[in-house]
């Protein structure tokens, strides 16, 4: 299914790719990725020879009915990895679990060191207990990666993707065994993620945010609810307004009636 997906991705949309010369011929190696788009799992696997095992959450692996089936069969059959994402914390062990499997049989991890994709096109602070521990745990070299414009081909919103050429720079291996032994000290796992998010950072152009993603999105999905509920108190003040002046002007029209008739007929005897 590789070999179909990646053939269709790559003559459909053809990817640009700058840096394959960085990517080992054989043995484990982590690929550290910025993440703009849902299909940045797929476009990266497309340009490569070798297979890259991405991480992705169970719900893709675990939905019922034929279209939960399907959808597990592709994600199976491009190289995905059901994770877990539940309990105290989450993917980041699970991560971590399934990235030192498959290193140790010699492949390629795929990872994305923000942990989600970005809310606006915007670099976010790496999450060190991913990365950094998979990397010093393993002594495998990272290697950076930038996808350039794929959150441009399925803007959120939007269900046909727009055809055009995403791009893909491949940074030099960076190796981090100096640290091996030391993936529980916390100021080496930062230092490291911090050092991989600079390479992808230089790669991309992206501007870097000195924050999580997840924090972004929690503060716009927020700001998100507070116009909502603005916007409804708005809404219903305006209401209000029309009514009471809706109330006044009827008041108004009955004081400037003219007199009963029949009274006019009654004074005039």
Same mark, same amino acid.
């Given at each position: 299914?590789?070999?179909?997906?990646?053939?269709?991705?790559?003559?459909?949309?053809?990817?640009?790719?700058?840096?394959?010369?960085?990517?080992?011929?054989?043995?484990?190696?982590?690929?550290?990725?910025?993440?703009?788009?849902?299909?940045?799992?797929?476009?990266?696997?497309?340009?490569?020879?070798?297979?890259?095992?991405?991480?992705?959450?169970?719900?893709?692996?675990?939905?019922?009915?034929?279209?939960?089936?399907?959808?597990?069969?592709?994600?199976?059959?491009?190289?995905?990895?059901?994770?877990?994402?539940?309990?105290?914390?989450?993917?980041?062990?699970?991560?971590?679990?399934?990235?030192?499997?498959?290193?140790?049989?010699?492949?390629?991890?795929?990872?994305?060191?923000?942990?989600?994709?970005?809310?606006?096109?915007?670099?976010?602070?790496?999450?060190?207990?991913?990365?950094?521990?998979?990397?010093?745990?393993?002594?495998?070299?990272?290697?950076?990666?930038?996808?350039?414009?794929?959150?441009?081909?399925?803007?959120?919103?939007?269900?046909?993707?727009?055809?055009?050429?995403?791009?893909?720079?491949?940074?030099?291996?960076?190796?981090?065994?100096?640290?091996?032994?030391?993936?529980?000290?916390?100021?080496?796992?930062?230092?490291?993620?911090?050092?991989?998010?600079?390479?992808?950072?230089?790669?991309?152009?992206?501007?870097?945010?000195?924050?999580?993603?997840?924090?972004? *999105?929690?503060? $716009? !999905?927020? &700001?998100? +609810?507070?116009?909502?509920?603005?916007? %409804? /108190? #708005? *809404?219903?003040? $305006? !209401?209000? &307004?029309? +009514?009471?002046?809706?109330?006044?002007? %009827? /008041? #108004?029209?009955?004081?400037?009636?003219? &007199?009963?008739?029949?009274?006019?007929?009654?004074?005039?005897?």
């Amino acid at each position: 299914m590789k070999v179909t997906v990646g053939g269709s991705l790559k003559l459909a949309f053809r990817p640009w790719v700058e840096g394959l010369e960085h990517i080992p011929a054989d043995g484990p190696a982590i690929l550290a990725s910025n993440h703009l788009s849902f299909s940045d799992s797929f476009f990266l696997p497309a340009v490569l020879d070798r297979k890259v095992t991405f991480i992705a959450k169970a719900e893709y692996f675990n939905t019922p009915g034929i279209k939960g089936r399907l959808t597990a069969a592709f994600f199976k059959g491009v190289g995905q990895l059901p994770v877990d994402r539940s309990g105290a914390r989450g993917a980041g062990e699970a991560a971590i679990k399934s990235g030192t499997e498959v290193l140790e049989r010699g492949e390629l991890f795929g990872i994305y060191p923000e942990g989600t994709r970005s809310p606006d096109g915007r670099l976010y602070r790496g999450k060190p207990g991913g990365l950094a521990r998979v990397a010093l745990a393993t002594g495998a070299p990272v290697i950076p990666v930038a996808m350039i414009d794929t959150e441009k081909i399925q803007p959120p919103g939007t269900v046909m993707p727009k055809l055009m050429r995403p791009g893909i720079r491949i940074g030099e291996p960076l190796d981090f065994t100096r640290y091996q032994g030391m993936e529980h000290d916390r100021f080496v796992l930062r230092a490291v993620t911090d050092e991989v998010m600079y390479e992808i950072m230089k790669l991309s152009g992206q501007e870097y945010v000195d924050m999580y993603a997840t924090a972004m *999105k929690r503060q $716009l !999905a927020e &700001a998100a +609810k507070a116009e909502k509920e603005a916007g %409804k /108190a #708005a *809404k219903a003040a $305006l !209401a209000q &307004a029309e +009514k009471e002046q809706a109330a006044k002007e %009827k /008041a #108004a029209a009955g004081q400037d009636r003219p &007199a009963d008739r029949s009274d006019e007929r009654s004074g005039d005897r």
